[in-house]
Nanobody
Framework: QVQLVESGGGLVQAGGSLRLSCTAS????????MAWFRQAPGKEREFVGA???????TAYADAVKGRFTISRDIKNTVYLQMNSLKPEDTAVYYC?????????????????????WGQGTQVTVSS
């Protein structure tokens, strides 16, 4: 089992920036791809973006494209840089590790393809 720990959430004004981190540990960490999802109050959890570990290829939801950037370091940490934040970005943000290799937006956006999830970190954007 992979353990994922997020950090970096907080309260920010609209137009501001935050950077979230997700560190993975555990012997079963297979480094296929990592993703960020979010869940706003009263809404279903939704895909934000993903990054493949070795190539660094990324995919983003339309709602965040051009404002959010996912990156990773050479070890086990994935980052979500969030710029030009809007009140509608307020949510609990989760990172997740892909269970088996697959590719493409459809794969990355499907929650059932992930078998390890972090505990979530709250991001609140005030207007």
């Amino acid at each position: 089992q992979v353990q994922l720990v997020e950090s970096g959430g907080g309260l920010v004004q609209a137009g501001g920036s935050l950077r979230l981190s997700c560190t993975a540990s555990g012997r079963s960490f297979n480094k296929n791809a990592m993703a960020w999802f979010r869940q706003a109050p009263g809404k279903e959890r939704e895909f934000v973006g993903a990054i493949t570990w070795y190539s660094g290829s990324t995919a983003y939801a339309d709602a965040v494209k051009g404002r959010f950037t996912i990156s990773r370091d050479i070890k086990n940490t994935v980052y979500l840089q969030m710029n030009s934040l809007k009140p509608e970005d307020t949510a609990v943000y989760y990172c997740a590790a892909l269970r088996n290799y697959c590719s493409g937006y459809g794969c990355y956006a499907t929650q059932g393809n992930y078998d390890s999830w972090g505990q979530g970190t709250q991001v609140t954007v005030s207007s």
